[in-house]
């Protein structure tokens, strides 16, 4: 079972169906990932809830105001538990000729393909937006 496969699943099947909020198990990859997606735009909001056994992550996802079109046109896993993909700052994958976002899990964080390339750091490409 991959939890950030089911992750972007969760938010993939909302925007699909239209909800305007989404609500995910918390994890501290998940919610790392989260800030990522609202840093670059792709969702209106989030927030953290608190449990007593995990908590959860309630998602606002955004959407155009005339046309209702998500922010979110593709989400997908690249490196998945069965094969995991790395990369160099160097040869950082880009998304859409630089219109998405690869997010990417570095020893300083996950952060963006952007800011990992900034930092001179590659990592695990854990999943494109666009």
Same mark, same amino acid.
Do not use: W
């Given at each position: 079972?991959?939890?950030?496969?089911?992750?972007?699943?969760?938010?993939?099947?909302?925007?699909?169906?239209?909800?305007?909020?989404?609500?995910?198990?918390?994890?501290?990859?998940?919610?790392?990932?989260?800030?990522?997606?609202?840093?670059?735009?792709?969702?209106?909001?989030?927030?953290?809830?608190? $449990?007593?056994?995990?908590? +959860?992550? =309630?998602? /606002?996802?955004?959407?155009?105001?005339?046309?209702?079109?998500?922010?979110? #046109?593709?989400?997908?896993?690249?490196?998945?538990?069965?094969?995991?993909?790395?990369?160099?700052?160097?040869?950082?994958?880009?998304?859409?000729?630089?219109?998405?976002?690869?997010?990417?899990?570095? $020893?300083?964080?996950?952060? +963006?393909? =952007?800011? /990992?390339?900034?930092?001179?750091?590659?990592?695990?490409?854990?999943?494109? #937006?666009?």
């Amino acid at each position: 079972m991959d939890p950030i496969a089911d992750y972007l699943t969760k938010i993939r099947n909302a925007i699909k169906a239209k909800h305007r909020v989404v609500e995910v198990p918390a994890s501290n990859i998940k919610k790392e990932i989260t800030k990522v997606l609202f840093d670059k735009g792709y969702i209106q909001s989030y927030k953290f809830e608190e $449990s007593a056994v995990q908590g +959860s992550i =309630k998602i /606002a996802l955004k959407y155009h105001p005339l046309t209702k079109e998500s922010a979110i #046109v593709k989400i997908e896993r690249i490196s998945k538990p069965g094969l995991r993909k790395y990369t160099h700052a160097e040869t950082m994958p880009r998304v859409l000729n630089g219109l998405g976002v690869a997010i990417v899990s570095t $020893s300083k964080g996950i952060m +963006s393909d =952007k800011e /990992a390339k900034n930092l001179n750091i590659g990592g695990e490409v854990l999943c494109f #937006v666009y």
